[in-house]
């Protein structure tokens, strides 16, 4: 079961992070942390005006594809994303399997002015902590990795902080969670997390079963036009797209093609 390799891998990777910087001593930098977490609900809920709503990935490898931008320059990707209309930008910082760092967020967050997911394997408040220090404006918490209790004790504690949280889901115990624990920004992924396989009905599935005022974020496999004019026509806001953007010739005329794919 990958996940739960990936998962007692972050466990492991944080107890020494605790030891290096203690969480006292983290909360400390942020009373000079000069960035103020931004509303993402905005920017990231569909209007008549911009019905597609894109949060485009900065991301290096993953555990199915391995490697999937060999000159990967994260400041650079997200610049451009930025450039050409994203509305967020999600920033892996998990280090072994998808080759993330921490210090993309702050590099990124320097230059670029768009909203930043810190996308990871959240399992304590230390990484909460760690995200706005970094200058992360949301966080994502992966439902089917964590208890209800815990999700709901995560999510609370991030909105405290004042991140927000975009909660991903995979099937319909997952959505219950999300559901207790008040999401307002759920992602549906199409990948199965422990067998990576693709399910693009998902959607169709758990979309009806969310409540009304949410913002739905798809996420995997979204690669054309096609699939992002179904996927809004049945509700969904936004889409998280990374792998994709790694593998075109030119991000600026993807990202253009994706944001008028209704028009």
Do not use: W
């Amino acid at each position: 079961m990958i996940l739960d390799e990936i998962i007692e891998k972050t466990k492991e990777d944080l107890e020494r992070r605790k030891v290096e910087i203690p969480l006292d001593l983290l909360g400390r930098s942020l009373a000079s942390n000069p960035y103020a977490p931004r509303d993402v609900k905005k920017y990231l809920a569909s209007t008549k005006d911009e019905p597609i709503r894109v949060i485009a990935e900065v991301k290096k490898a993953s555990p199915s594809k391995g490697i999937i931008k060999e000159d990967f320059d994260p400041l650079a990707i997200a610049q451009e994303y930025s450039a050409n209309g994203a509305n967020a930008i999600s920033v892996l910082t998990e280090p072994h399997y998808f080759k993330g760092d921490l210090e993309y967020l702050t590099q990124i967050r320097r230059y670029v002015s768009t909203p930043l997911l810190r996308k990871d394997f959240i399992v304590d408040k230390y990484q909460i902590v760690e995200a706005l220090v970094y200058g992360a404006d949301f966080i994502l918490l992966i439902a089917k990795a964590l208890s209800t209790k815990e999700l709901k004790e995560l999510y609370e504690y991030a909105l405290y902080i004042g991140l927000e949280v975009l909660v991903e889901i995979h099937d319909k115990e997952d959505l219950t969670k999300a559901m207790k624990c008040g999401a307002n920004i759920v992602g549906i992924n199409h990948r199965n997390l422990d067998t990576f396989e693709m399910d693009m009905q998902l959607c169709d599935k758990l979309i009806p079963m969310i409540p009304n005022g949410k913002i739905i974020v798809a996420e995997s496999g979204v690669s054309n036009t096609e699939t992002i004019k179904r996927l809004s026509s049945i509700g969904a806001d936004a889409f998280l797209i990374g792998e994709h953007f790694m593998k075109v010739p030119s991000i600026k005329d993807e990202l253009e093609t994706f944001k008028n794919a209704t028009k």
